[in-house]
């Protein structure tokens, strides 16, 4: 999926994402209280507000080779 995403969306390109949200939190070493949220997209597509888009669909591998 990021292959993909990078050939299809440019920096600052508005996207759109569907998945998880969450949040890691940490201490640092001095004991400073730090957290970090994060997102685990399942899907990735180009936001059509403000842009065309052209699809193009990728060839998935097979079942052979998705173990290599």
């Known amino acids: 999926m990021a292959e993909n ?3 299809s969306v440019t920096k600052g390109a508005r996207v759109v994402a569907s ?3 969450f949040t890691e939190q ?3 070493e001095d004991g400073e209280a730090r957290d970090s949220t994060k ?3 399942a899907a990735i597509g ?8 052209h699809l193009q ?3 998935r591998p097979s079942d052979a080779d998705a173990g290599e």
């Open 39 to 41: 997102v685990h997209a």
């Open 19 to 21: 998945g998880g949200l």
């Open 46 to 53: 180009a936001s059509l507000r403000f842009a065309v888009a």
């Open 57 to 59: 669909k990728t060839e």
């Open 26 to 28: 940490w201490a640092t």
């Open 5 to 7: 995403a990078a050939e």
